[in-house]
């Protein structure tokens, strides 16, 4: 009986002290009332701007058809298609398989001002297999390819020409 009252005291002690520092606020703010107005709270509501950047983007308005008709010939107008990015869009003609494809990565998928790092095309392009053009518009990772020619670069200014017109529409 005396262990079991001993071991009660105990426990009541270490319990104590604990419950305790589970209520209390180390952290005093030392600030006075205008002090704590003036100060950004990390919590801050969105703006719009803030809304705005993070809008879903449709790859498909940012190309208009008088700009990939005289590319692929006549086509389905675009349409949404899979693979990597927020939003992808194919535009296709179906005699010739001659098709546009532009993907537009989320927000926060670059580092602004990324693009120039290996970049081997202008404005910060870089070309991989297949014409593939990759590209960064604000913190965005793109990319855009143009498949009328499989045999060579051709097709390269037509890509750098249409980011361009990307660039200034996202």
Known sequence: MKRSSLAAACLVLLLVPTVAACGSDTATDTRTPGDQASRPSASREPDAA???SDAKVDACTLLKPAE???VIGKNDGGRPDG????S???WENPDTYHSV???IGSPGTAVPGQSDSGADGPDGIS???GNMAEFVVDDRACTLQVVTSV???SDRPTAEKLIGLVRTRL
């Open 50 to 52: 803030d809304a705005a």
């Open 68 to 70: 990939i008709t005289p």
């Open 83 to 86: 693979g990597v990015g927020e």
């Open 88 to 90: 992808v869009c194919l």
């Open 101 to 103: 494809t532009l993907s």
């Open 127 to 129: 070309f991989g297999s």
């Open 151 to 153: 045999t060579d670069e």
